[in-house]
């Protein structure tokens, strides 16, 4: 069983900046892509930020500049760095993970159970 936790969410006024974690715990034999989506009330999810590699990576236009993420895979660890956070950022932000649980199982992909990001004054 594969379990995707995520923590760092909380309340912060516009400008400030968060650290959001999700790390990957349970039967693991390797991960591809990690990647994080946020959700506001009323709307689709949506993809923030994806990472394939330590150099590939791609964010929506929206968070270009101000969001980095990053992978740690000796930790099955992704992170998001948001900064300058502006009030539209609010919503609740999911990190997913593209997991192969052994050497001849597929490629499948896990997600976590979402942290709340609320920006505002």
């Known amino acids: 069983q594969v379990q995707l936790v995520e923590s760092g969410g909380g309340l912060v006024q516009p400008g400030g900046s968060l650290r959001l974690s999700c790390a990957a715990s349970?039967?693991?034999?390797?991960?591809?892509?990690m990647a994080w989506y946020r959700q506001a009330p009323g709307n689709q999810r949506e993809l923030v930020a994806h990472?394939?590699?330590?150099?590939?990576?791609n964010y929506a236009d929206s968070v270009k500049g101000r969001f980095t993420i990053s992978r740690d895979n000796t930790k099955n660890t992704v992170y998001l760095q948001m900064n300058s956070l502006k009030p539209e950022d609010t919503a609740v932000y999911y990190c997913?993970?593209?997991?192969?649980?052994?050497?001849?199982?597929?490629?499948?992909?896990?997600w976590g159970q979402g942290t709340q990001v609320t920006v505002s004054s």
């Open positions: 997913s993970m593209t997991i192969k649980i052994t050497w001849r199982t597929n490629w499948s992909t896990y």
């Open positions: 349970g039967n693991i034999f390797g991960i591809d892509a």
């Open positions: 990472i394939t590699t330590p150099h590939s990576t």
